[in-house]
């Protein structure tokens, strides 16, 4: 299961050799919401046959739907499924996104990967990262704030301080109670056992622990998602945590609680009381930069001129409007965009997610916001680099 981050993307942005296939849909958490999701998938994948067929061989493309057919036959995936799915395959590659949002269900067989929407679900401002800390383990966790959820660690990740520190513990060795979130973990604190249970010494081995979970989390899970990053342990856990830490993306405010005191929802309420006023004053200083830059050649809401720019790579920052569509087609060798009425005139784009994806492209940044806060009515604004 691919984890959304742009790392995860880059190597869909780059030219592709086709066929490149795309499948989103709108999925469900529980029963009895899921049951159509796998018969609404295999739906799906007769639109991705049906395009192949026209196209290519039987023998050319069967190969490349055969992830699929396996995907539809696994009952356990479709028993623990999110709010939305995304795939894009090609031969030699079937990678799987799980979203946290809803998506439109289509699927389409062309020379390049639709990416858009997952651009889109990458840049809302209400996404965070958790990081839920006692002395002996780590959980993560992804959300948004309406959903959260737990970040799948596989086995090479120091997720507790055995996997972290091995038998180079100065305290000796310890047994550990499952650690979970949830008043059912509150009975279950861990017990420390045997030899070399000094104060001193446990306390290098949480420090110790610690770095080591700091540069794992830093390197793994926020570098490719640029995500921000808040911080729920106990208080005597929250100084010395940050004291090591390398991670720019940490917020300064934490919760300082025992993580285990919290079920999973309470706990992304909390967080995001802490995140809301962070997403706030980033689209705050954006607009007000924007702004400041408009009117000087350093901005612009005018779609013929932002697109010249993004194409000469002097772009920085890209704000786009969440709920606003605008139908055309981009004009790449000259450097314009068509405007039509709409969206049923044949390769029509919309205009925004072509520009974000552009943006992207070119290591811009881009910004999805909400209508009411946009700084223009065109549904496009742009900062340049020059």
Not at 63 to 85: C, I, S, V
Request: glycine residues 4%; aromatic residues 6%; negative net charge.
């Amino acid at each position: 299961m691919g984890h959304l981050s742009f790392d995860a993307l880059a190597p869909f942005l780059e030219r592709q050799e086709g066929p490149c296939l795309s499948l989103y849909q709108a999925t469900h958490r529980s029963h009895p919401d899921n049951a159509q999701d796998p018969i609404r998938f295999k739906n799906l994948v007769k639109d991705l046959e049906h395009s192949l067929s026209s196209q290519y061989h039987k023998s050319e493309y069967e190969p490349l739907l055969e992830p699929f057919h396996r995907l539809a036959a696994d009952e356990h995936f479709w028993q623990h499924t999110l709010d939305g799915l995304a795939i894009l395959a090609k031969k030699g590659e079937f990678k799987v996104f799980s979203l946290q949002r809803p998506t439109s269900d289509f699927a389409v067989v062309s020379d390049s990967f639709h990416i858009k929407p997952l651009l889109r679900q990458m840049q809302t401002l209400d996404r965070f990262q958790v990081i839920c800390l006692t002395r002996q383990a780590v959980q993560l966790f992804e959300g948004n704030r309406d959903v959260m959820d737990h970040i799948v660690l596989d086995d090479e990740f120091p997720a507790t301080i055995e996997q972290a520190l091995g038998e180079e513990r100065e305290a000796g060795t310890l047994s550990m109670a499952s650690y979970r979130l949830g008043a059912a973990a509150r009975t279950s604190a861990a017990m420390f056992h045997g030899h070399g249970g000094r104060a001193e010494a446990v306390e290098v081995d949480t420090e110790r622990f610690f770095r080591v979970v700091d540069r794992a989390i830093n390197d793994r899970i926020t570098k490719p998602s640029s995500l921000p990053l808040v911080l729920v342990t106990l208080p005597e856990y929250q100084g010395t945590f940050r004291k090591l830490s390398h991670n720019s993306h940490l917020l300064k405010e934490g919760i300082s609680i025992d993580p285990t005191a919290l079920s999973v929802d309470d706990l992304r309420k909390r967080v995001w009381e802490v995140v809301q006023p962070v997403a706030q004053e980033r689209v705050a200083n954006a607009i007000a930069q924007f702004k400041k830059s408009h009117g000087t050649g350093l901005a612009s809401d005018n779609i013929q001129s932002v697109v010249r720019a993004i194409l000469d790579g002097r772009v920085d920052t890209l704000l786009i409007s969440a709920e606003q569509r605008i139908p055309g087609r981009v004009n790449r060798e000259e450097k314009k965009v068509e405007i039509l009425e709409d969206f049923n005139a044949p390769d029509v784009e919309d205009v925004l997610d072509d520009l974000a994806e552009m943006t992207i492209r070119r290591s811009g940044k881009l910004m999805v916001l909400p209508e009411d806060v946009m700084p223009t009515d065109t549904g496009i604004a742009a900062i340049y680099r020059y």
